[in-house]
C-alpha cells in the first residue's frame, strides 16, 4: 500500500487542537472540527453562536 506523505501532514495540522480565534489549546477544537467544520475552541464557539458578526 502506498501513503500519501503530504495527506497526512495536512490531517495532522488540521487536528492540532489549538483554536483560529484565541489561539489556545483545547480538546474540543478538534470535537468542533469534525462538527461544525470550524476550529474553535467551546467557549470562542458559545461567543460566536450568541454576538455573530
Known sequence: ???D???NKTI???LDDICEE???ID???TEN???TGYKLCKSC???KTIFPL
Do not use: H, Q, T
Request: net charge neutral.
Open 22 to 24: 484565541c489561539k489556545n
Open 33 to 35: 472540527l469534525m462538527l
Open 5 to 7: 506523505i503530504d495527506k
Open 27 to 29: 480538546k474540543s477544537v
Open 12 to 14: 495532522e495540522s488540521e
Open 1 to 3: 500500500m502506498i501513503e
Open 45 to 47: 464557539r458559545i461567543s
